[in-house]
T-cell receptor, first 116, second 118 residues
Framework: AQTVTQSQPEMSVQEAETVTLSCTYD???????LFWYKQPPSRQMILVIR??????QNATENRFSVNFQKAAKSFSLKISDSQLGDTAMYFC?????????????FGKGTKLSVKP | DSGVTQTPKHLITATGQRVTLRCSPR?????VYWYQQSLDQGLQFLIQ???????AKGNILERFSAQQFPDLHSELNLSSLELGDSALYFC?????????????????FGEGSRLTVL
């Protein structure tokens, strides 16, 4: 069974600094998707970034980028120039390629606080 | 705004009762998913419907059931409620790209329904 592990329950960063959130996963599959979702105090789950396992190039979305290490089964999220609005829970998630589209497997989350 | 609407936003009820949570997916999305978020279990996939039919089932209790109606809205029914059922219940939707076509994996989540069982 696939598992997703986020080893940092809480992190904090100063505004404008850079922070990296860790995620490791376990799977025997070769093709899959990895995601980072953000859950601000408003509770809504918002997709931050997505990575297809077959792509070697790391995904980037503005200030957000990932470091995808397939052999190590590691998928970290880097937030550059942190903003107060980045304060949220961040969830790493895994989905099999071609599998049940809804069966996202989530990590326990990392609570990120951006301090002014 | 994701375009996914969930009602009610908050619900307080007693043990043994039954509640219904409602979800309207984004316009054009055929697939609806239900997730449960609790402090001890984290985010767990419950069930998926596609165009009215059950597509996949996760860790959904027998006391829980769901359906998707012809207008594509979905309802999650929770019965014989227990204290441990207190949680945030999310609905999500996505475009289903068809059999044999790679999906993008992106789900669009509603704001959730906060259920408190006393």
């Amino acid at each position: 069974a696939q598992t997703v592990t986020q080893s940092q329950p809480e992190m904090s960063v100063q505004e404008a600094e850079t922070v990296t959130l860790s995620c490791t996963y376990d799977t025997s599959e070769n093709n899959y998707y990895l995601f980072w979702y953000k859950q601000p105090p408003s509770r809504q789950m918002i997709l931050v970034i997505r990575q297809e396992a077959y792509k070697q190039q790391n995904a980037t979305e503005n200030r957000f980028s990932v470091n995808f290490q397939k052999a190590a089964k590691s998928f970290s999220l880097k937030i550059s120039d942190s903003q107060l609005g980045d304060t949220a829970m961040y969830f790493c998630a895994f989905m099999n390629y071609g599998g049940s589209q809804g069966n996202l497997i989530f990590g326990k989350g990392t609570k990120l606080s951006v301090k002014p | 705004d994701s375009g996914v609407t969930q009602t009610p936003k908050h619900l307080i009820t007693a043990t043994g009762q039954r509640v219904t949570l409602r979800c309207s997916p984004r316009s054009g999305d055929l697939s609806v998913y239900w997730y449960q978020q609790s402090l001890d279990q984290g985010l767990q996939f419950l069930i998926q419907y596609y165009n009215g039919e059950e597509r996949a089932k996760g860790n959904i209790l027998e006391r829980f059931s769901a359906q998707q109606f012809p207008d594509l809205h979905s309802e999650l029914n929770l019965s014989s409620l227990e204290l441990g059922d207190s949680a945030l219940y999310f609905c999500a939707s996505s475009v289903h790209l068809g059999t044999g076509t790679a999906n993008t994996g992106e789900l669009f989540f509603g704001e959730g329904s906060r259920l408190t069982v006393l």
